[in-house]
């Protein structure tokens, strides 16, 4: 098998986003890109060259819709999420195709994460309960390194400091919680408030620091991202500006790297 390139994978990608995008038109679901996809749409008008991965977004109806399509058997191509597949460790959902490898185990080829977007409870999300709650189960009982939240180091050693507290109880104690049984908990929590009726909304199952207007996706319009033309959010400048400031500006180079630390490979 031969390493594939930063381009190979953007083109093994690129298909399977149009291969979303027409399940997605068939079964009259909305999506919108987001995060680095949104920032190469706007900035780019494509890939941004070193990111390794898309990100797509979906109400959470239409998410369950999607869901339940491909574990209906259509797509055409392989779906990694809690319900159908016992060992994936994410909460958010993974469409690859399935003829080149990764060297992630319960991955099937190159892909697109797929996030619900559910309605938040207002900006206090920030700091609120439902927020402390959400993190609790998805860093306490999933383990995920990626929800040490917030940039102190004092909040960091005292997040490490629980988790490996837990460890060491579930170990001397046998106790073994369920991965996902701690999902479906967190499932519950960030259903709570409906996308629709919500002032404002985000992804609470995920990005936990994330809170946006759902103005913001009252309206798509679309933008050209290689040779194809994706959605995208109007409030789009809003968005991009909260995440990443002056977002038309390269970032430093030594952060110009992929994110997802995986080496794909074609046969």
Excluded at 215 to 244: A, N
Aim: net charge positive; charged share 30%.
């Amino acid at each position: 098998m031969q390493e594939m390139t930063i381009d190979e994978i953007h083109d093994a990608e690129l298909y399977v986003l149009k291969r979303i995008d027409s399940i997605c038109k068939e079964l009259d679901i909305k999506y919108w890109v987001m995060f680095g996809t949104l920032l190469g749409a706007v900035r780019e008008r494509g890939f941004i060259k070193w990111d390794d991965d898309l990100d797509i977004v979906m109400k959470r109806n239409d998410y369950e819709k999607f869901i339940k399509y491909f574990m209906q058997g259509g797509g055409g191509l392989h779906l990694d999420h809690i319900l159908t597949r016992k060992n994936y460790p994410y909460y958010i959902a993974r469409v690859s195709e399935t003829t080149n490898s990764i060297t992630e185990s319960y991955q099937s080829g190159l892909f697109v994460d797929v996030y619900p977007m559910d309605g938040l409870e207002g900006p206090q999300w920030l700091t609120g309960n439902r927020r402390k709650i959400a993190d609790l189960i998805i860093f306490h009982l999933i383990g995920g390194n990626k929800y040490i939240l917030g940039k102190t180091l004092l909040r960091r050693i005292r997040y490490a400091a629980f988790v490996y507290t837990c460890r060491f109880v579930r170990k001397v104690f046998g106790l073994n919680f369920s991965r996902r049984l701690a999902l479906k908990i967190l499932d519950s929590i960030a259903k709570k408030y409906k996308f629709d009726t919500s002032e404002y909304v985000g992804i609470p199952g995920w990005e936990t620091s994330e809170c946006w207007k759902r103005e913001y996706f009252d309206e798509t319009i679309y933008l050209k991202f290689e040779d194809f033309s994706v959605p995208v959010p109007k409030g789009y400048h809003e968005i991009l500006t909260q995440k990443y400031g002056d977002y038309m500006q390269l970032p430093p180079e030594n952060e110009r790297v992929p994110h997802h630390y995986y080496k794909a490979y074609k046969p």
